[in-house]
């Protein structure tokens, strides 16, 4: 099994569509040694899939990860915000 996928079943036993999980993208990144866009690239692509729902918050109301105007914008929300 590759470390990307030791990651996606990681993201997948963690996550519940019911409850909310903090995401930090460079702690997974360390954790299972891999660059931190092919974490992100990950959620993204299980959130497409309806694996996992995918959202952050933009300083008014919670916003799901396609809702944003780029990508970029959507995980640089989540660095400013810790």
Avoid: C
Wanted: hydrophobic share 40%; no cysteine; proline share 4%.
């Amino acid at each position: 099994m590759t470390n990307i996928e030791k990651l996606r079943e990681a993201i997948l036993k963690i996550a519940d569509r019911n409850q909310p999980f903090p995401i930090r993208t460079h702690e997974l990144a360390v954790r299972h040694h891999v660059e931190e866009r092919y974490v992100r690239q990950l959620l993204v692509q299980l959130a497409s899939g309806g694996w996992i729902s995918l959202a952050a918050w933009d300083g008014t109301r919670l916003l799901s990860y396609d809702e944003w105007p780029s990508i970029e914008q959507f995980f640089k929300s989540n660095d400013d915000n810790g």
